[in-house]
T-cell receptor, first 113, second 117 residues
Framework: KQEVTQIPAALSVPEGENLVLNCSFT??????LQWFRQDPGKGLTSLLL?????REQTSGRLNASLDKSSGRSTLYIAASQPGDSATYLC????????????FGGGTRLMVKP | ETGVTQTPRHLVMGMTNKKSLKCEQH?????MYWYKQSAKKPLELMFV???????ENNSVPSRFSPECPNSSHLFLHLHTLQPEDSALYLC????????????????FGQGTRLTVV
C-alpha cells in the first residue's frame, strides 16, 4: 500500500528565506507526483506536476524535484513571502490503477513579515 | 476558480437528515472524484467515476452514496450521518486516458464544509 509522508508538519520562517518542503513515498511505481497548495478552509490549487520520467519542474519561485528510485520529492520555495503561507500537499498518482491520488499529510507553512 | 464548482460551500445537518453535495466541472474531463479531508488526517479518496462508471469505492460506509449522471456532474448523497463524518468534502476532476495517463493533472473544487450535529 502506498504511503506518503511529508516533513516537517509545520514550518515558520521569516519573509525572504528560501525553504525546502519534503515528501517521501513508499512505492516508487508512480505515474507522476503533484504538489498542491491549500489555504485554510479552501480547496486545493495545483502548483506543479512532475512526470515519473522527469527530474524537476519549475514555476516562478517554485521548483519541485523528483527522485523516483529513492521515493522522494522536494518543493523549493525561493524568497518566501507572507502570501506563501498555506498548507502544501504532495500527492502521488498510482501506476496502472487509473488516476487515484494518494496524499501526504501536508506541511503547514507560515511566512512572517 | 479552477473550473470545478462545489455547492453548498457549508452544510450543517442533523444525524437523521438527508442532504446532497453537488460538484460540477467545466473542464471537459471524463473522470471525477470525491475526497474527504478530516482534521489532522491526509486526504482520503472516497469514490472515483471514470466515463460515468464507478471504478473505485474506497471502503466507504453506505450512508454515503455517490451519483454521476454525466461526465460534468457528480453528487454525494448523505443520509443518517454520524458526527465523525464532519469534514471538508472535496471534489476533483481529471482527464482519464486509461493506463497511460502521463499528463493527467487533477483539479479540485473549493470543497463543502460539512458539520453533522
Amino acid at each position: 500500500k502506498q504511503e506518503v509522508t511529508q516533513i516537517p508538519a509545520a514550518l515558520s520562517v521569516p519573509e525572504g528565506e528560501n525553504l525546502v518542503l519534503n515528501c517521501s513515498f513508499t512505492d516508487s511505481a508512480i505515474y507522476n507526483l503533484q504538489w498542491f497548495r491549500q489555504d485554510p478552509g479552501k480547496g486545493l490549487t495545483s502548483l506543479l506536476l512532475i512526470q515519473s520520467s522527469q527530474r524537476e519542474q519549475t514555476s516562478g519561485r517554485l521548483n519541485a524535484s523528483l527522485d523516483k528510485s529513492s521515493g522522494r520529492s522536494t518543493l523549493y520555495i525561493a524568497a518566501s513571502q507572507p502570501g506563501d503561507s498555506a498548507t502544501y500537499l504532495c500527492a502521488v498518482r498510482r501506476y496502472n490503477a487509473g488516476n487515484m491520488l494518494t496524499f501526504g499529510g501536508g506541511t503547514r507553512l507560515m511566512v512572517k513579515p | 476558480e479552477t473550473g470545478v464548482t462545489q455547492t453548498p460551500r457549508h452544510l450543517v445537518m442533523g444525524m437523521t437528515n438527508k442532504k446532497s453535495l453537488k460538484c460540477e466541472q467545466h473542464l471537459g474531463h471524463n473522470a471525477m472524484y470525491w475526497y474527504k479531508q478530516s482534521a489532522k488526517k491526509p486526504l482520503e479518496l472516497m469514490f472515483v467515476y471514470s466515463l460515468e462508471e464507478r471504478v473505485e469505492n474506497n471502503s466507504v460506509p453506505s450512508r454515503f452514496s455517490p451519483e454521476c449522471p454525466n461526465s460534468s456532474h457528480l453528487f454525494l448523497h448523505l443520509h443518517t450521518l454520524q458526527p465523525e463524518d464532519s469534514a471538508l468534502y472535496l471534489c476533483a476532476s481529471s482527464q482519464d486516458l486509461g493506463r497511460v495517463s502521463l499528463d493527467t493533472e487533477a483539479f479540485f473544487g473549493q470543497g463543502t464544509r460539512l458539520t453533522v450535529v
